[in-house]
């Protein structure tokens, strides 16, 4: 940074003050107002304001000796192992959202097609699973059927009518004419009210099932998501657009083979099925030609099943990707901005779309064609049955209305496999649609979020054990981030661990939170096996402060009480947890106070802000075990001295783990563990090893 900011104009904010010692002037800002500026030197000498902020950053050694033995390829050593762990922690639990490259893009896909085929669903099929999940609504979809069954029949039943009426105007009787044709009319008006009834019942009832089953779907499918383990959101397929996108479209696309088009097809079978039992009645051998000709419709409609679902399939990977740059470039759009990309990701966008699009021009021409097969085959049929027709009458063995009976009961037939075949676009997406949804309600996370099962112990005194732990995250298999990890977290005290980026510490709280199983080596808590306890349990053991705070679109009041969802938290408690966190006096100056509403994840409130209010929500819930993963690293100094007295009256009475950079922070804890590779080099209080003159003392160096 120090070089590339040598020839341009350079600001800098920081509140490690150790890294803007060099700088031309320093501006001191408190409360939106500059109180100091100079140089280093100058501010030092003053011994205003930023020299009491370099004071309480010092650290304390108690050896004043400098002269340390450096080692330059360990150095570099470190740099390139912590560049390595720090890959793979990337892409686990302090995952921020990126937008990918086209070689992450091709990887990702690579990754996401072997990840299909491993999941692909395997059970009964997914037309006859999600009928299983409509099973709530069956007496609906029972009488909807019913009305589906008597709506189809009607169709014939005209066409036998239409024949009939036909017929009478052969008929040399005017009287005779009237009185059969007003006969003919109330059978219509009949065929009318009957078939009002019946598409009002077909269309409404399966409307409300079709609806219940998308919002059964879209219910079960997110709890599904937040059931699955960590390690399942590790994979680049399952990234946020990806699995949003999937969420949106998914559930409401089952509806191509459910509900209303149910009701369509059952419609268009009671249609062809009477269509046929008719026309056997009144002209058998005429029938049998016109059959001929069905299996090609059959077919045709078959063919348009089948190759769209292979179009569907592809579609929807593609849109998954679109959805994901989306999604990630609306997510990160100051950088977008800062970067000047937007012409750059909307080209990104627009390229992955054109992959559907083009599917959608071929898609056109094999409907079209296979469309207009089926509609010619009619027209071939009529030819032949007219050609047919003619010669039964010239011979005497049929009539010309029998000849418009089976004309009309077949042709309505026909009609209703056109229909039918006509929904193979929806059907098509709905198979490929029920597929994923099913596979991803067949996998069983190795470890079950939702899990009640397991012990809760009656007494926890805090205790923990981590004994050989070995661990390399599920999707990074060649990065081993800890190697024979051994260590005892004593009850009540606070143990810190220190080391460089990438060395595995943020690792150690993951596993302690049991978002992952290590694997190799064991973790005891009060001697029993983590992976025994009842995982809603333990975690409510836990209070956690992480690096980048998360919080909601939500109020204060509510972002605060999230803390613990198993009581109602009362706003003093809320109040108090506000105060202990130094958020108390902001909050109040606010117009809404605890009620104002700070924006999706937090876009309303400054780093340090979004931080305290974490802390708090850490604190309501009086945990047993306190977890800080540089909880006061988005603090200034003087909010830093001031939380971090908070954490300390915190820590009392728990067991506390502290990940620290900052060394200033974990001074007074308990036990200070150095992590190197893996592994614990060094551990004892601040001052013993700085006697040690170890890796400790060269972090503490390295950090003045």
């Not at 409360?31 to 501010?43: D, K, M, Q």
């Not at 990806?242 to 268009?268: D, Y």
């Not at 200033?664 to 003159?693: F, P």
């Amino acid at each position: 940074l120090d070089r590339a900011s040598r020839g341009r104009t350079t600001i800098v904010i920081a509140h490690r003050l150790s890294t803007i010692v060099n700088a031309s002037k320093i501006i001191v800002l408190n409360a939106g107002s500059v109180v100091e500026e100079g140089n280093h030197e100058t501010l030092m000498n003053a011994k205003g304001a930023y020299y009491g902020l370099v004071e309480a950053q010092n650290i304390h050694l108690k050896s004043k000796d400098k002269n340390m033995d450096e080692n330059g390829n360990d150095e570099d050593d470190e740099a390139a192992t912590a560049l390595a762990y720090d890959r793979a922690r990337s892409l686990s639990y302090h995952r921020q959202d990126t937008i990918d490259t086209k070689t992450v893009k091709n990887e990702t896909n690579d990754k996401t097609n072997e990840a299909k085929a491993v999941a692909e669903y395997k059970g009964p099929g997914p037309f006859f699973a999600m009928l299983a999940m409509n099973k709530p609504e069956l007496d609906l979809i029972i009488l909807a059927c019913i009305a589906c069954i008597c709506n189809g029949g009607i169709q014939p039943a005209f066409g036998v009518i239409l024949s009939k009426i036909i017929a009478v105007f052969q008929t040399c009787d005017p009287k005779l004419q009237e009185k059969r044709v007003l006969t003919y009319i109330l059978i219509f008006i009949g065929f009318g009210v009957l078939m009002l009834l019946t598409m009002f019942l077909q269309s409404f009832l399966f409307a409300i099932s079709g609806e219940s089953l998308t919002q059964r779907l879209r219910a079960k499918i997110f709890r599904t998501l937040l059931q699955q383990d960590i390690a399942y959101f590790d994979q680049p397929e399952n990234n946020t657009g990806a699995l949003c996108t999937r969420l949106a479209t998914e559930a409401s696309e089952v509806q191509g083979a459910t509900g209303v088009r149910i009701g369509t097809m059952l419609q268009n079978i009671s249609n062809l099925g009477v269509g046929i039992i008719l026309a056997f009645i009144y002209g058998w051998s005429l029938t049998l030609i016109m059959l001929a000709f069905v299996p090609f419709m059959i077919l045709a409609g078959f063919l348009q099943t089948y190759l769209l679902t292979g179009i569907a399939d592809k579609d929807k990977k593609v849109l998954e990707e679109a959805g994901k740059i989306a999604v990630e470039s609306i997510s990160n759009i100051r950088t977008v901005a800062q970067l000047t990309k937007e012409q750059y990701f909307g080209d990104e966008y627009c390229k992955l779309l054109d992959f559907p699009y083009r599917n959608s021009l071929k898609r056109a021409h094999i409907f079209g064609i296979l469309f207009s097969i089926s509609d010619s085959i009619m027209f071939f049929a009529q030819a032949a049955l007219f050609t047919f027709g003619a010669w039964q009458v010239e011979r005497g063995n049929m009539s010309f209305e029998n000849i418009m009976l089976v004309l009309n009961c077949i042709l309505f037939g026909a009609m209703a496999v056109g229909q039918t075949a006509s929904l193979a676009p929806d059907y098509s997406k709905a198979i490929s649609s029920s597929k994923n949804i099913l596979s991803l309600f067949q996998r069983i996370p190795v470890i079950d979020n939702s899990s009640t099962a397991g012990n809760e112990l009656a007494t926890f005194d805090g205790q923990i054990d981590l004994v050989d732990l070995e661990f390399h995250y599920p999707n990074r298999p060649e990065v081993q981030v800890l190697k024979k990890f051994n260590l005892t977290i004593e009850p009540n005290r606070q143990t810190a661990l220190v080391g460089s980026s990438g060395c595995g510490k943020s690792t150690i709280i993951q596993l302690l939170e049991h978002f992952y199983d290590p694997t190799g080596g064991r973790i005891l808590v009060n001697q029993n096996e983590l992976p025994s306890l009842n995982l809603q349990w333990w975690r409510s053991q836990i209070g956690f402060v992480s690096q980048e705070p998360v919080l909601f679109d939500a109020t204060i009041t509510e972002n605060i009480a999230y803390g613990d969802t198993a009581r109602e938290v009362s706003m003093e408690e809320i109040q108090q947890a506000a105060k202990n966190a130094n958020i108390d006096d902001f909050i109040q100056n606010l117009p809404q106070r605890y009620e104002t509403n700070i924006g999706s994840r937090g876009t309303q409130l400054s780093g340090g802000q979004k931080q305290r209010i974490a802390i708090a929500r850490a604190l309501i819930r009086n945990p047993k075990v306190l977890l800080l993963d540089e909880a006061t690293s988005a603090l200034d100094t003087e909010n830093e001295r001031i939380v971090q007295e908070a954490l300390d009256q915190a820590s009392k009475g728990r067991t506390t783990v502290v990940i620290a950079h900052r060394l200033s922070t974990i001074q007074n804890s308990d036990r200070i563990c150095v992590v190197h590779r893996g592994r614990i080099v060094e551990s004892g209080k601040h001052d013993e090893l700085l006697a040690r003159k170890g890796h400790y003392y060269r972090l503490a160096q390295s950090k003045r």
